[in-house]
């Protein structure tokens, strides 16, 4: 048999054997491991999708949450500068009200003082008008129950009308 | 390593050289290296080695169809010396003879047939086989398990058929690459066990014979034609960009280049595989030239290493065979969208 002539029993054999081995591989074995090849890669292929996915929508969430806390603070911000606010506001508008009703307080008190003071000097006078008029009675019962001090009393008033 | 590699070495001379011995009683020169013709040609015998005058052979059928008469089987032992075990004309069987080159011939001259299992069917049965279980059995892992992760057989093949598949059919082909796959994947498998099982001492050269190239090279031819898109046959007829009295001479050399592709694709898988023994070979036949230790340890040496060298032949030539198959059925089938701008 000669090195670059080909025997037709062996084109033969080649011929009809690897297309038989072709057939049955095809139908037994690619078909079946290239499906489950392409099954497997699509499967890989979507699982890192959706990961890909899942991990988006995690960064979607946590950004959300973070818009939220911003809020949050902002308005915790406002909400704490508001009632400061109102706390000063009230206790200016207290001290307000406490120095008015101090003012009409003490406003009251010098009045009720000065009535009182009224009230008093009147009493004061009276009694100093009492007691006057005792006095004199008083010294009038004593130094006129004798005729030499009738007659000095006398003399005097006369003496003061002459000054007069 | 290099310590067993050399006393493997030393082992092997000293085994050969018993055998220069005899080789050397039974004949000159021509003698020594006539082994290396005979292993690479296709034989009707499968001879494994001979001790002295005891050849150890495994005879195989011997098939002719004629029209007189029909289908007719023989044993290669019919036609040959029983105690020489050489074939000649002498040695006729029932009107047929098969000559000292191993050609079948017949007595009275008539036109016959032949589809013997010589030594390279048997070789490609093995390889058939082999292949054919690995896939399937590679296969039987999808089917019992699913789209998991590959075991076993499943696990050697899976990497090749992705390589096949991304590497070669995909980039080559192009977007139709998928129809083309399992048809290459096969040859990639055919190809690459046949170069390898052919590596193993006293089997056969079966993907170094030209009829085994020729058929794998006639399929890629057919599959290639068969898919020829509008686009494929324009390039060939009426090659675009070309004034139209150039193209008295470019359509005969672009039809005489549909037959050169499958032409080297044959050639060159041919020639690599038996140059690759023939080179073993030679060096294994300078023992027997020079009937010396030292070139029997240097020889045995040199033929370690080439056989490193073919286990990467057998792989590159399988990835080529395949590769250009590709290419060419990717030249078929591709969209010619740049051919006005040639």
Known sequence: ?164 | MTRKILVLSLLISAFLLGFAGNTQAAGGEEDKTSFIMHHVKDSHEWHFATFGHTHVTLPLPVIVYSGDRGLEFFSSSDFQNHETHLFGEEYAHEGYFIDEHDHLGRVDGASFIEFSITKNVVMLFIVLIFVGWFALSAAGHYKKHGAVAPKGAAAIIEPIVIFVRDEIAQKSIGPQYKRFVPYLITLFLFVWFGNLLGLIPGAANMTGNIAVTMVLAVLTFIITNVNGNKGYWKHVFMTPGVPPAMLLIIVPVEIIGLFTKPFALMVRLFVAITAGHIVILGFIALAFIFESYTIGIASTLMVTFINLIELLVATIQAYVFTLFSAMYIGSAVAEHAHDDHH
């Open chain 1, 1 to 164: 048999m000669d090195l670059i002539t080909p025997g037709t029993g062996l084109i033969f054999w080649q011929l009809f054997g690897f297309l038989g081995l072709l057939f049955i591989l095809i139908k037994f074995a690619w078909k079946p491991m290239l499906e489950a090849l392409e099954e497997r890669e699509s499967s890989i292929e979507n699982a890192l999708k959706s990961a890909e996915t899942a991990r988006n929508e995690m960064a979607n969430l946590k950004a959300e949450n973070e818009k939220l806390l911003a809020e949050a603070r902002l308005e915790r911000d406002i909400i704490l500068k508001k009632a400061q606010d109102a706390s000063v506001k009230m206790i200016e508008e207290a001290k307000e009200d406490a120095s008015k009703v101090g003012a009409q307080m003490i406003a009251n008190a010098k009045a009720v003082i000065e009535t009182e003071k009224k009230a008093a000097l009147a009493d004061v006078k009276t009694q100093v008008a009492t007691l006057s008029l005792e006095i004199t009675e008083k010294l009038l019962r004593k130094n006129l129950s004798d005729d030499k001090a009738q007659k000095e009393l006398v003399d005097g008033f006369v003496n003061e009308l002459k000054l007069n």
